[in-house]
């Protein structure tokens, strides 16, 4: 996947910022001097008062999205277009994010070496889950991770899990959280999990203050896939913390790694472990 021969790019704008604005219109002129078109999804036109595309047209007819605002902008939109397979680059509006790398002072002469060539395509792994209830199935793409947890904090929660068709594992406590590399500093490091290397395809299964303490992370390769049931209970799914599914004790919820990746576009000499440092304060 090379980026030299871009001609239209869509823009997504973090939610409920309509100082962004200005920011468009910048944004639009950078591109315009090399002759390529931008175009705006229809949330995000709203937002600044302009006319845009739906989103799924939007995907449809652009060769590159590029999101304004944080890690959780960018990872709306990777969930939103992965069957569309196209390189997002974030860049942030604020801190620097985890994925959002690129600020907006750096933009202009970035896409100068975007078109050149000068720029890297990271491939990083998604989550499928399936869940499937009396109601039907709802197939679901996680970018992060995927929390199973219990509906009340007034209970632990029971999950029954298999691995490749055979039983594995029974938690008890507040959940699970199964996570991708690049979701591994986020819900889960925080919860005891491991640091996992972003481009690496395997997962990890974090317990959330279990009711054993000889529970522990487990990392598992990308070949495998998890069944989970509730025998006890309903439970939740929350998806990247920005969406909820309920399943209950007569449904299943199978989760394994996506057929396809998301692309994430940095800068050739973007450093994953400079971030680390910087963003957990490693050799302070």
Known sequence: MKLTN????????????????????DIKAMFEKYEIEVFIDIASARMINIYGQKFEILCENVDLLLTIGGDGTLISAVRRAYSYNLPILGVHAGKLG?????????????????????????????LEAVI???AGVTKIIAFNDIVLTRPSISKMIHLEMRVDGRAFNTYYGDGVIISTPTGSTAYSLSAGGPV?????????????????????????????EIEVHTPEQSALAIIDGQDIYEFGSEDSIVIRLADESAHLVHREEFNYFEVLKEKLGWGA
Do not use: W, Y
Request: charged content about 20%; aromatic content about 8%.
């Open 132 to 134: 499937t209830t009396g």
């Open 196 to 224: 996992l290397f972003p481009l690496t395809r395997v997962f990890v299964l974090t317990p959330i203050s279990p009711h054993s303490l000889t529970q522990r992370p487990v990392v598992l390769p990308a070949h495998f």
């Open 98 to 126: 985890f994925l959002a790398d690129l600020n907006l002072s750096e933009l202009e002469g970035f896409i100068e070496k975007m078109l050149q060539g000068e720029c890297r395509i990271d491939e990083r792994v998604m």
């Open 6 to 25: 871009i001609k239209k790019v869509g823009l997504i704008l973090r939610p409920s910022t309509p100082e962004l604005r200005a920011v468009f219109h």
